[in-house]
């Protein structure tokens, strides 16, 4: 069975850090590149940042873009982004996303992240 696990997220004040892991399971995880998307309510989903399966390549998003630290291990079959200088426009529900080259798509369960002014 294939699984997506986010967890990590919690309430913070401005300026905290939180640290989101996304543990999968069920597939060859190294062939996936893994992103996090976050969504706000009443907002779009909207890209945060990925990793490409060998941990080669990163992209981050330009709203987050210096704040955030995105990392695999691929031994735990475990992505991590770690956020600093949160801001509450960082509020949001965040997804892990593992994508293969075939276009093969999985999602996991989502994950509240609350920053408080």
């Known amino acids: 069975e294939v699984q997506l696990q986010a967890s990590g997220g919690g309430l913070v004040q401005a300026g905290g850090s939180l640290r989101l892991s996304c543990a999968a399971s069920?597939?060859?995880?190294?062939?996936?590149?893994v992103g996090w998307f976050r969504q706000a309510p009443g907002k779009e989903r909207e890209g945060v940042s990925c990793i490409s399966g060998s941990a080669g390549s990163t992209y981050y998003g330009d709203s987050v873009k210096g704040r955030v630290t995105i990392s695999r291990n691929n031994a735990d079959n475990t992505v991590y982004l770690q956020m600093n200088s949160l801001k509450p426009e960082d509020t949001a529900v965040y997804y892990c996303?593992?994508?293969?080259?075939?276009?093969?798509?999985?999602w996991g369960q989502g994950t509240q992240v609350t920053v408080s002014s």
């Open positions: 996303n593992a994508v293969s080259t075939m276009k093969v798509n999985y």
């Open positions: 069920g597939f060859t995880f190294e062939d996936y590149t």
